[in-house]
């Protein structure tokens, strides 16, 4: 079809296999989501994030953000509507990224350790083994 490399996985899509998200999503040349936290440990892999959301007055109403202005630490396009995710996939099917700069910037700000050492880091701590 013509988006033939356009996954859309529901939670109980990402369950069936039996594969840990992180996995999956880093296989991923580009990430839609909202404000979830998912998208701060996509960040360290330097790709595309597209943020669409259309509750966020409501969750930070609710559950509350830990930043007080979250949308300065999601670095990608914001998309509230079907013409402006479509301009974000026509961009991105065509290379323009906008936003790799800014990824890194906040990614530095967000991800203390952007190694493949954190498990590692954990043990030392933990004193499971020595450093």
Do not use: W
């Not at 992180?22 to 404000?35: P, S, W």
């Not at 959301?53 to 509350?64: F, K």
């Not at 670095?75 to 890194?104: E, Q, V, W």
């Amino acid at each position: 079809g013509q988006f033939s490399n356009i996954f859309f996985l529901s939670s109980e899509d990402i369950a069936r296999t039996s594969q840990p998200l992180y996995h999956l999503v880093a296989t991923c040349d580009g990430l839609i989501t909202d404000y979830s936290s998912v998208y701060v440990n996509y960040l360290v892999l330097n790709k595309p994030i597209f943020f669409a959301y259309d509750d966020m007055a409501e969750y930070e109403a609710n559950r509350g953000f830990m930043f007080e202005d979250v949308k300065r630490i999601m670095p990608g396009a914001h998309i509230n509507t079907m013409s402006a995710l479509l301009s974000c996939i026509h961009d991105f099917a065509k290379g323009r990224d906008a936003y790799g700069d800014i990824r890194l910037d906040v990614c530095k700000k967000l991800n203390k350790y952007r190694d493949a050492s954190n498990s590692r880091r954990l043990l030392m701590e933990l004193g499971l083994i020595d450093g």
